[in-house]
């Protein structure tokens, strides 16, 4: 079981994650983690993680590196990049790791350089849904 939750659930989760993220991306917007996780429990039909808890928060940064990492295209756009904190100024800690990872960004890279990356990962992934007809 992934993260606590039954491969089914997961897959939902996915599918419904990947989806939100696509709205958003077309609307050339940002989703707060919190009406990420809210929309997400709603359309998969599944609990929403418990944000207040570290393990949970994790657990959901975990189901967007799936996502990201199961897109064909995340070499080019990390489809995350949309889900942001609360305050919208950048995304959660997990996000610059998966795009060392990815090799978006360098490793040991400074604030303004992941703040840079982030903001060029938004930017291509909004140009790439805006382009992309309805999914």
Avoid: C
Wanted: proline share 4%.
């Amino acid at each position: 079981m992934p993260q606590g939750r039954s491969d089914e659930q997961w897959e939902r989760m996915m599918e419904a994650g990947r989806y939100i993220m696509i709205r958003t991306a077309k609307r050339g917007s940002l989703i707060p983690y919190g009406e990420f996780n809210k929309a997400l429990a709603e359309d998969a039909e599944v609990a929403p993680f418990d944000l207040s808890r570290d393990g949970e928060r994790n657990a959901l940064g975990a189901l967007l590196a799936d996502i990201v990492k199961d897109d064909p295209d995340h070499k080019k756009y990390m489809l995350s990049s949309v889900v942001a904190l609360a305050t919208l100024d950048a995304p959660g800690k997990g996000f610059y790791s998966l795009a060392e990872h990815l090799e978006h960004l360098e490793a040991g890279a400074n604030a303004t350089r992941k703040h840079d990356v982030w903001v060029k990962q938004a930017e291509l992934t909004h140009e790439h849904y805006r382009r992309t007809p309805r999914t």
